[in-house]
C-alpha cells in the first residue's frame, strides 16, 4: 500500500530528541516535513504510528555477502582457513542451485531487521547472478524492493575450481566482470539498485584479472557512467603476509589495486584494518571510502578499525556487517559494535581514541552509510529524501536524552512496527532462520 503521510515522532538528528510532526510522501520521496500534531485521519494512505512510535530512515549496510547468509557462526577459523573451509564451499551452493532460496533469506533478514539498502557481493557466477540481481531490481518473490549495490565477484585463483572458472575463461566471454543492470519495473519506472564491480581481494586475483576490472572502470569513468567498486583491503595479518608473496613489487597492498586504477571516488574497501599511514594517504587522494565491519573483525579476530586514522587522514568511512564474518545483519548491533571497537582500542593501544556516541552511531548506520555509497538522498529525513523508513515502538520510558543508546544496546527487530520501503508500507515480513 502506498503511504502519503506518516505520523509521529520525527527523528530529524538522532543527537536530539524526536519531534511530533508528519511526513508527506508522493512518488517514494519525501515531499514535506512538518512539526506538531495533525488530526487524525481516516484515508488508508495516512499512517497513524502512536504517541510514542518513532519514524526514522531506514537501516543501509555497507558491505555483507548476500549467498554467507547461511554460514553465520562458523567459529574458530583464521580468513584464509575460514574462507576455504567454510565459505567458498557456500557459495559453490549458490551458483548450484542454492541462490534462490539464499537470496530469500538475505533480504527477508534484512527487511526483518529494518535494512532497507545494502551494498554487497554475489559470487562468481555469472548467469546465477544475473537472475539474482533481475530479482533484487524486481523485487520477485522477495519480501521488499531493497535499494542495493551489488556485483559479480570476480576471482581466478586460490579457491575451488568451480568459482575460479569463469574468471578464468574470461578470453572467451569478455567483459566478464560486471553483470549488467536490468530495466526497472514497469509500474515504477525507478530504479533501486545499481551494479559493481567486485574483485574479490588481492589473494584471489591475479594481476590480468586486476587490470581487466581496472580497464572496465576507467572507461565506465571516461563514458561518464562510473561504477562502484566492491573489494577487500588489509583485513588479516594472514592475509597481509600472503598478499606479500604474490605481489612482492608491491610496496603495500593498497598499491596493488591502485596499480590497476582500482581506487576511485565510488570504491568500497571493506575492513582496512592493517594500513600504514602511507596507504591511508593513498586512500585519502584517491577518496576512496572503507567499510568498517567491526563485528566481522572481532569474529575472525582480524584486527580493529582505527577510526582516529580514518579521520586524522580525511578518509571516508562505511559501516558494514560482513555477513557471514560479522554474526548479525542488523545494523544496529553493528553500530553498537563500532563503539565497542573504538572503547576496546582506548582500553588498551588507544587511551586517545575517538569513542562514537551512540547518536554518532545511528547516525553512521544511516546518512553515514548513505554518503559512502553515493546515496544523498537516502539514510535522513529531508524533503527531496527517498521514503525508505521504519517507524519504531520503544517502551514509552525510552524516550528521554538515552533514547539512542537505548535502542542500539536493547536492539531487537521487535522495535520495529513498520518498514516503508519506496514509500509502500510492507507487510510484517515472515521470521525466517
Ligand atoms: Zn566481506
Redesign the pocket.
Known amino acids: 500500500m502506498q503511504i502519503h503521510e506518516i505520523h509521529g515522532l520525527l527523528l530529524l538528528d538522532p543527537a536530539k530528541r524526536p519531534e511530533p510532526g508528519f511526513i508527506r510522501v508522493e512518488d517514494g520521496r519525501i515531499v514535506e516535513i512538518q512539526p506538531g500534531e495533525r488530526r487524525r485521519s481516516e484515508d488508508a494512505g495516512v499512517l497513524h504510528t502512536g504517541a510514542s512510535s518513532i519514524i526514522c530512515p531506514a537501516f543501509i549496510d555497507a558491505?555483507?555477502?548476500l549467498p554467507q547468509i547461511g554460514s553465520i557462526g562458523a567459529d574458530g577459523l583464521e580468513l584464509l582457513d575460514w574462507l576455504q573451509r567454510v565459505i567458498y564451499p557456500a557459495e559453490a551452493w549458490w551458483g548450484n542451485g542454492g541462490a534462490s532460496h539464499l537470496l530469500e533469506l538475505a533480504v527477508g533478514n534484512m527487511v526483518d531487521q529494518g535494512t532497507l539498502g545494502f551494498a554487497g557481493?554475489l559470487t562468481s557466477h555469472g548467469e546465477v547472478n544475473a537472475a539474482a540481481v533481475r530479482r533484487l531490481e524486481n523485487g520477485a518473490g522477495l519480501p521488499g524492493r531493497l535499494r542495493w549495490i551489488a556485483g559479480r565477484v570476480a576471482m581466478d585463483r586460490e579457491a575451488p575450481e568451480p568459482l575460479v572458472r569463469e574468471d578464468l575463461a574470461r578470453a572467451e566471454c569478455r567483459p566478464p566482470v560486471p553483470i549488467s543492470l536490468p530495466d526497472p519495473p514497469a509500474e515504477t519506472g525507478r530504479r533501486r539498485g545499481s551494479v559493481s564491480v567486485n574483485p574479490r581481494f588481492a589473494i584471489s586475483c591475479t594481476d590480468e584479472l586486476l587490470a581487466e576490472a581496472g580497464w572496465f572502470v576507467r572507461d565506465r569513468v571516461e563514458s561518464g557512467s562510473p561504477i562502484h567498486v566492491q573489494t577487500?583491503l588489509a583485513e588479516s595479518l594472514a592475509e597481509l603476509a600472503r598478499v606479500r608473496e604474490l605481489f612482492p613489487d608491491d610496496p603495500n597492498y593498497t598499491s596493488v589495486y591502485d596499480r590497476h586504477g582500482l581506487l576511485t571516488d565510488q570504491t568500497l574497501l571493506?575492513h582496512c584494518n592493517h594500513l600504514t599511514a602511507e596507504e591511508w594517504g593513498l586512500i585519502a587522494e584517491r577518496r576512496s571510502v572503507t567499510v568498517h565491519?567491526p563485528t566481522?573483525n572481532v569474529f575472525l579476530v582480524a584486527g580493529l578499525f582505527d577510526l582516529d586514522a580514518a579521520r586524522d587522514h580525511g578518509v571516508r568511512v562505511g559501516l558494514g556487517s560482513?555477513v557471514a564474518?560479522g554474526a548479525d545483519v542488523a545494523m544496529p548491533r553493528v553500530a553498537r559494535a563500532m563503539i565497542e571497537t573504538a572503547k576496546l582500542r582506548k582500553m588498551t593501544i588507544a587511551p586517545n581514541a575517538w569513542v562514537p556516541t551512540p547518536a554518532d552511531a545511528w547516525a553512521q548506520m544511516t546518512k553515514g552509510n548513505a554518503d559512502a555509497l553515493g546515496w544523498n538522498d537516502a539514510g535522513r529525513l529531508e524533503i527531496g529524501g527517498a521514503a525508505d523508513l521504519l517507524a519504531l515502538t520503544p517502551p514509552a520510558s525510552w524516550l528521554d536524552e538515552h533514547l539512542i543508546g537505548r535502542l542500539l544496546y536493547n536492539w531487537s527487530a521487535e522495535l520495529i512496527s513498520a518498514r516503508i520501503v519506496d514509500g509502500e508500507l510492507m507487510d510484517e515480513p515472515a521470521r525466517q532462520c
Do not use: E, M, S, V
Open positions: 558491505h555483507l555477502h557481493y577487500h571493506g565491519c566481522a560482513d564474518a
